[in-house]
């Protein structure tokens, strides 16, 4: 009896051996194929495009007083403004772009006939624009005598040019906004409103020659 177990141990080791082999071989074939993580594909780099022109042109405003009062009679006409708004074709309900003016004044009778002071300039989207609003802050006037002249704009502070204008890439719009000043009877009492046939772009709603630009330490520049 003990020699028959002895003949079958081999056969045991041997069996075990296989078995092992066996297992081993179908636990790598499941690693493969379940366990490991598939090699993974680089995804393209994609860029999301810009909603804006990547080539943006450029608009001045500048304030003229083309036809003035009797300008002799003054020392000199201040009108600082607030701010102006611009309005885009097709969305004229809200504004487009607020220009903010920090109170920049402009003395009209130093902008006489030729003469236009530049107050801003912005860079802006390249299209089509129809309107710009300029705000009063105040106004200070004074005769030539001495006294002080009441002047004054609308109620709402707003003058309003409807002009239609473009905007070109990597150009520069000039648009002029001229203010007249006119008297309210025999008194020191006068009005301010906007003169939109003798405003507009220069060099397409008013010839070059016809306008003389005025810059200095008044205008505001953004980007």
Request: with cysteine; aromatic share 10%; glycine share 8%.
């Amino acid at each position: 009896m003990k020699t028959k177990n002895k003949d079958k141990t081999p056969k045991f080791i041997a069996l075990a051996v296989i078995c092992l082999l066996v297992g081993a071989g179908i636990g790598l074939v499941s690693y493969h194929y379940f366990l490991k993580s598939p090699p993974t594909t680089p995804k393209p780099i994609t860029t999301t495009p810009s909603l804006e022109s990547p080539s943006k042109g450029y608009f001045q405003l500048l304030i003229s007083d083309v036809v003035p009062v009797k300008f002799s009679d003054f020392d000199r006409i201040v009108v600082n403004f607030s701010h102006a708004e611009i309005y885009k074709t097709g969305n004229d309900s809200i504004a487009y772009r607020t220009i903010d003016l920090n109170g920049t004044g402009v003395d009209l009778t130093q902008v006489v006939g030729k003469k236009a002071r530049q107050i801003a300039t912005i860079s802006l989207c390249p299209g089509k624009y129809s309107e710009i609003e300029l705000y009063i802050l105040d106004v200070h006037g004074v005769l030539a005598n001495g006294q002080v002249a009441n002047i004054s704009g609308p109620k709402s502070k707003k003058l309003q040019i409807v002009k239609n204008f473009w905007i070109e890439p990597n150009k520069t719009t000039k648009f002029v906004f001229d203010i007249y000043v006119f008297g309210r009877g025999n008194t020191n009492n006068y009005g301010l409103i906007p003169v939109p046939n003798d405003s507009g772009v220069i060099g397409k709603d008013l010839k070059e020659e016809d306008v003389e630009v005025i810059t200095g330490r008044s205008g505001i520049t953004y980007n």
